[in-house]
């Protein structure tokens, strides 16, 4: 309700009403005045020429016309129309007209206004002298038909104030709805552009110059707006992508040094470990030497051997994992054989209830690396791969291609650079993994299996040896879909 009395139409109207209370009763006064004026001061002039004209009518040469001649002359001026009253007073007689009564002489009050005495009935005498003889002719007119006149005169002005005030008003909504409704689209827009729709443009066409100009205004300002807008959005994207990107990379760089630190201590302790364990092997076989075939002891220094042997094999794949090993890389121009050999070594370790698939592109090109570490990957990554099954099977599958690394692709895992390299994923269809055993799984020791079951070291070694062939690993996985651990190996310029 505050809101309409506040609107341009309202006010408009208000105003017009307002003005209009005050300025049409002064004009509609001031008309009718004019015309009452003109209308009594023409009856009275009427009135006067008339009853002169009739006094010296009323001359003859040698005095009055006869009585007779007047009496016909008073009864000519009330036929004639307007005249109600007419007598001769000669001073001791008096002259009536045939056609008054003898009560209504006594009537004449001499008037010298319009509607004075509330008679309706103007008096007038007229003096009529000739030489010492004088007589005083009275008239009365009918002061009714120009009071009619009058009213109906009001009446007629009444009429036209009424319809000039509706038509103004009329008028005044028609134009207040024309500047009120394309504002009204504007503020429509406006809002519109306020809520989030910073696309829609302001296009309301109006004649009123000042509502375009403001409509072309509106729009500059939106387009300058959206304009800065989309810079802050996209340069808050930017930001938030360069954030989260040196969040992953802080991340990532937390992971690389817990693996050095806890790869620098294992090898540490394993390099100590193999300090005690050659001479515990020498030993232990120059005594096995000295002692006869038949010795009960054999036996058990045999067991000692050959825990000494499983202890060092240990003790060499924490020095995968710890530094690179000291075997040699060679330029190989086929991988493909020796990944066959690998899979030959699965399929004779993993039970038939797994279905096994091997996809190897054609020579992808020559590779520098150490064919026996890469069997080893292989065998330790499917390895995993068939321990997160169930007993009821399940698949795994092993590809070898080609691919070459976008800059993308490489800002993303820092160890890679773009360009070419060859492709080797295991994938299974096991139980998968959550995020914090992912985060966890290239830790040496790092294991979720049974204790006496697994050693944590496998997926360490294979860390050791992409590090050491300057690769990179990336693990995907899903809890109760499967894993797939891809690894990238940069192949040689041709
Ligand atoms: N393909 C996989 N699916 C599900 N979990 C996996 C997979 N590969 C690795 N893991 C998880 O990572 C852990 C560490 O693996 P890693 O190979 O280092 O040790 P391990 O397999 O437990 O023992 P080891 O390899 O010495 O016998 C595993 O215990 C397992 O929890
Ligand atoms: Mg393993």
């Known amino acids: 309700m505050a809101r309409d009395l506040k609107s341009i139409s309202f006010r408009m109207v208000f105003a017009v009403l307002v003005i209009h209370a005050v300025l049409l009763p002064m004009l509609s006064y001031g008309l009718l005045t004019v015309v009452r004026d003109f209308q009594e001061d023409g009856f009275v002039d009427h009135v006067r020429i008339y009853s002169r004209v009739f006094a010296d009518a009323l001359l003859a040469d040698d005095g009055l016309i006869s009585e007779s001649d007047i009496v016909a002359g008073l009864d000519s001026s009330i036929l004639g129309g307007r005249c109600v009253h007419a007598a001769l007073n000669m001073g001791d007689r008096q002259l009536l007209s045939t056609l008054m009564g003898h009560d209504d002489a ?35 007119f009918d002061e009714l038909p120009t009071l009619l006149e009058i009213e109906s005169a009001r009446v007629s002005i009444l009429r036209f104030v009424l319809i000039y005030l509706v038509l103004t008003v009329v008028l005044v909504v028609i134009l207040s709805t024309l500047l009120s409704k394309p504002l009204r689209r504007l503020r429509h827009d406006s809002r519109q552009i306020a809520s989030g729709d910073y696309s829609r443009k302001m296009s309301v066409s109006s004649d009123i110059f000042e ?32 954030e989260a990107e040196r969040r992953k990379a802080e991340v990532h760089l937390r992971h690389m040094h817990r693996l050095q630190s806890i790869g ?89 209830s797994i279905e096994i698939r091997l996809h190897m592109e054609g020579p992808i090109g020559p590779l520098v690396c150490n064919s026996n570490e890469i069997q080893q990957l292989i065998v330790n990554l499917c390895s995993n791969a068939f321990h997160s099954m169930s007993k009821g099977g399940g698949l795994i599958s092993v590809n070898l291609e080609a691919c070459s690394v976008t800059p993308e692709f490489a800002e993303q895992h820092p160890r890679l650079v773009a360009g070419n390299y060859a492709m080797l994923a295991v994938a299974d269809s096991g139980e998968g993994m959550d995020a ?33 062939h300057e690769g990179e690993i990336v693990v995907t996985s899903e809890v109760d879909v499967g894993t797939t651990i891809k690894i990238y190996f940069p192949l040689c310029e041709v």
Do not use: C
């Open 264 to 352: 620098t201590l294992a090898g540490g302790v394993a390099h100590e470990f193999n300090n005690v364990l050659l001479p515990m092997l020498l030993y232990t076989d120059l005594a096995l030497e000295d002692l006869p075939s038949d010795s009960p002891v054999r036996p058990n220094l045999e067991r000692v051997l050959k825990l000494a042997h499983r202890a060092k094999g240990l003790s060499e794949q924490i020095l995968t994992f710890g530094r690179p090993s000291g075997e040699a890389m060679d330029v190989i121009d086929d991988i493909a054989p020796f990944i066959d050999e690998a899979m030959s070594m699965v399929r004779a370790l993993i039970p038939a």
């Open 211 to 242: 509502i375009s100009e403001l409509t072309r205004d509106l729009e500059h300002m939106r387009s300058t707006l959206v304009g800065v807008n989309d810079r802050l959005e996209e340069e808050i994207r930017s930001r938030e992508v360069a």
């Open 436 to 468: 914090a055993t992912i985060e966890r799984i290239f830790d040496p020791f790092f294991t979720t299996r049974e204790v006496g079951e697994g050693t944590g070291l496998g997926l360490s070694v294979v860390h050791g040896i992409v590090a050491k």
């Open 106 to 140: 006594d009537s004449f009050v001499e008037d010298f206004n319009f509607g004075e005495n509330g008679d309706d009935v103007y008096y007038i005498s007229t003096p009529v002298q000739m030489g010492e003889w004088s007589a005083v002719l009275e008239l009365g």
